[in-house]
């Protein structure tokens, strides 16, 4: 499944119901179906600021951005369809899906979400899609009999906004229920899924862990948390740093994915390295967000973002894999660079040495890739330059027994 809107709910939600809803709303069509050129050029025009100002001087962001109509309609209009495809499009893989399930092995009579940070409810709308796709994939799995959102926001119009969706898009008026709290400490009712998408940067970095900590203790044995944020250094490193902490003082946290270790991360902001660890997701969207995308120059068919996906007491456990790759590969340019081949040749036995030779004479030559373990370390590896080796691409896991033609010896 490539598409959160390709998914047919027939439970709880109608995804194609809520897709009309957003249409409607961003407002670039007449009642016959024909675009409105204009409606759509001054709304680009307000998406590329929102998105200038998100992305490149924060400063400039106004924190009541979505009070108003338009700011509202812009962020509506380009960002929320996005945000609910990266918590699909991550969820519903195979080493996170599992987890999802274990929330429908028996019938509950609630299933409790807080969504904290909400906004127009994109992560809900995004488990509420998984959990109708999961359910007509599996037939032994039990749906609960009401799902219970907490919508965690200051900003009482937007949330107004993503729950007069949800609820015009229902297949059971009384199956779903949404209640607006202000903060975490309001939440009353233990949750199974705990959601926090693109809020974490906005937060003061001091706030972030007891934040964190006090949505973590207010959920049941076996639940989830999803922490999703922007793809970009600063966020990223940030999120590897709030991941150290929360380990550090969170009771039975266990990582789903996409850590193979719960050592420090490597990648975190008291690293002196460049990298940071974040994720791509490429899709094909929606004609109407293409049309946005149009007029605001935004492309959203490639998705970045960073995440870290636990579960408390972990429920089952995923396939064991020795190393996630954290980075895209790039190529050695070995011939003729003695220096180079040298340093890399170094700890070679002489076997390993002529193997490496005939790799590096291979068409297109090497490629490096550099890998976060199962010991928590950051290890480069070399793998031959070839499109088919899909195994080695950003965010895939290596097993242990995968045939990487050689890890390099040294650590980095």
């Known amino acids: 499944m490539r598409n959160f809107y390709e998914v047919n709910g027939n439970v709880f939600f109608k995804i194609e119901k809520y897709m009309n809803e957003w249409e409607n709303f961003i407002g670039i069509y007449d009642k016959n179906g024909q675009e409105k050129k204009g409606a759509a050029q001054s709304l680009g025009s307000h998406v590329q600021k929102l998105w200038k100002n998100f992305n490149e001087d924060r400063s400039q962001l106004d924190k009541h951005y979505m009070e108003t109509a338009i700011g509202l309609q812009a962020y509506i209009s380009s960002f929320l369809l996005p945000n609910i495809e990266r918590v699909f499009s991550l969820l519903v893989r195979d080493e996170n899906i599992f987890a999802l399930e274990s929330q429908l092995v028996t019938e509950k009579d609630e299933l409790i979400i807080t969504d904290f940070g909400c906004g127009p409810l994109s992560g809900s709308v995004a488990i509420l899609t998984l959990i109708e796709y999961i359910l007509s994939q599996n037939s032994k799995l039990v749906a609960p009999k009401k799902i219970y959102i907490y919508a965690i926001d200051r900003s009482e119009k937007v949330v107004e906004v993503g729950s007069k969706f949800i609820k015009n898009s229902l297949i059971s008026e009384s199956s779903i229920f949404i209640e607006r709290v202000t903060s975490p400490a309001k939440i009353l ?180 890739i550099l890998l976060c373990t199962q010991s928590g370390a ?4 070399f793998v031959i330059a070839d499109p088919e080796q899909k195994e080695y691409r950003r965010g895939r896991r290596i097993k242990e027994d995968s045939e990487l033609y050689m890890r390099a010896k040294e650590r980095i």
């Not at 950051?378 to 590896?381: C, N, R, T, V, W």
């Open 378 to 381: 950051l290890e480069s590896a």
């Open 189 to 368: 009712k233990k949750s199974d899924i705990a959601l926090c998408i693109n809020v974490f940067n906005e937060i003061p970095e001091k706030h972030r862990l007891k934040t964190l900590k006090s949505i973590y203790d207010m959920s049941n044995e076996g639940a989830l948390l999803l922490i999703m944020e922007p793809g970009q250094e600063e966020h990223a490193k940030a999120l590897g740093t709030l991941r150290d902490h929360l380990i550090e003082t969170a009771t039975d946290c266990e990582i789903i994915s996409p850590c193979a270790h719960k050592k420090l991360c490597p990648l975190a902001q008291n690293t002196a390295r460049k990298d940071w660890c974040w994720f791509r997701h490429a899709w094909n969207p929606p004609v109407s967000l293409n049309l946005i995308d149009k007029f605001s120059k935004i492309d959203h068919h490639e998705l970045n973002f960073s995440y870290l996906f636990l579960q408390k007491n972990k429920i089952r456990s995923a396939e064991n894999y020795f190393a996630r790759c954290v980075s895209d590969e790039f190529p050695l340019d070995l011939k003729g660079n003695k220096a180079q081949f040298d340093y890399f040749t170094n700890n070679l036995s002489s076997g390993e040495k002529e193997e490496f030779i005939e790799m590096a004479q291979y068409e297109g030559g090497l490629q490096k």
